[in-house]
């Protein structure tokens, strides 16, 4: 049997969630540079013309970008094997997949880009191997690196908001740390959802590039050691009592998974408020908007207030994409259900994102995000 093909990139954010996923439910894979001509002629028209890590090219042909939607493909497949099915555990899983993606996008850019002493040759080095081989590939990865190092100021990383960006990321360091001190996973002895969502950020940035990798070694060596249980086949979970490889019993969400969700809602929540308020300004503006018009990644700045720093950040449609899968989970609920799981948000401060929704939903068609 032919493996699938991940197009992917050791460096690349999102390309980790997915890797992650493959490698745990043990589906075969060889893992590529998107930089083929196979690639480039064949399977980039597929994903929408987006050369856009990561995409998985199937053994049959067809061809799935993004993410999120190559683990949907696979937890369809296998009746949702990461996902927990009780009512509380199952917002949780949900929540901290759009944090993954969304959530902690600042700090990975911040370390990633403002920190050349200790990066620029590793990633040098790295941006260049994602280039088609032959002339002009150094030139190339240089212009590559410096669309996402504005990328990242468009996140928000900028000057005025260092100090604020790395006393939350240390802090963060520190509540997760001390989850998983107890716990091999986020909602116990296997992962979830929630596990790969997170993983995105907290393995190709923040635990890989030099500088932030020496804080996460310093600050949080449960976190390190988490980063490298998600990328091998097999639990991992020799030094923890328990290795049951289940979720935790009873649908409890330990305090200290509460702990953390409270400290990312000091960032999370102002910036998701802000940015449905910028998008639905934005989508008021266009009038009548064309429904499979495909979803841009950005569509205005949104600013909000972060202990005392005013934050400026790009609003992104991907985020309440998300997000709504969270709101239709809750939804799903019986009234019994909702009133603990609404406890369970209130205790974390995380209440507010239930209503936190966008005047138009999107969809996917033909492997991109399409307002519907």
């Known amino acids: ?33 998107p930089n083929s001509e196979h690639y480039i002629r064949n399977i980039a028209p597929a994903a929408g013309n987006r050369q856009s890590m990561p995409t998985l090219e199937l053994p049959n042909g067809e061809v799935i970008r993004d993410g999120v939607a190559i683990i949907d493909h696979f937890e369809n497949q296998s009746n949702h094997t990461f996902s927990p099915q009780s009512p509380r555990q199952r917002i949780i899983n949900r929540l901290f997949d759009v944090i993954g993606a969304e959530g902690l996008l600042r700090p990975a850019m911040h370390y990633r880009w403002n920190f050349p002493e200790q990066n ?70 296997k992962p979830s959802i929630a596990d790969f969502g997170m993983l995105a950020p907290l393995y190709a940035h923040l635990g890989r590039d030099p500088k932030p990798l020496s804080l996460m070694q310093e600050h949080a060596i449960r976190v390190f050691r988490w980063v490298e249980r998600m990328n091998r086949p097999e639990l991992d979970v020799g030094e923890f009592e328990t290795q049951d490889g289940e979720y935790l019993a009873s649908d409890d ?44 990644r950005g569509v205005g700045m949104a600013n909000f207030q972060l202990r005392g720093v005013t934050i400026n950040a790009l609003a992104q449609p991907f985020r309440f994409y998300l997000l709504k899968r969270v709101q239709d989970e809750f939804e799903s609920l019986d009234e019994e259900q909702q009133i603990e799981v609404s406890s369970l948000l209130d205790a974390c401060h995380m209440t507010d994102i239930l209503s936190m929704k966008l005047s138009r939903e999107i969809g996917r068609q033909n492997n991109l995000e399409v307002w519907l």
């Open 1 to 33: 049997m032919t493996d699938a093909t991940l197009y992917g990139a050791p460096f690349s954010l999102f390309t980790g969630r997915a890797r992650s996923y493959l490698i745990k439910a043990r589906i075969p894979y060889r893992e590529t540079m």
């Open 120 to 189: 620029l040759e590793f990633l040098r080095f790295h941006f260049q191997t994602a280039m088609p081989r032959g002339p002009g590939r150094e030139k190339k990865a240089d212009k590559s690196m410096n669309n996402m190092r504005g990328a990242g100021q468009a996140f928000g990383a900028v000057p005025e908001t260092f100090d604020t960006i790395e006393t939350l990321y240390i802090e963060f360091l520190k509540v997760l740390n001390d989850h998983l001190s107890n716990q091999p996973y986020l909602l116990g002895g």
């Open 253 to 296: 969400v330990p305090d200290t998974l509460v702990n953390v969700l409270k400290h990312i809602a000091i960032d999370f929540v102002p910036e998701t408020r802000a940015a449905a308020s910028c998008i639905n300004d934005w989508i008021d503006q266009q009038g009548n908007l064309e429904p499979g018009t495909e979803c841009a």
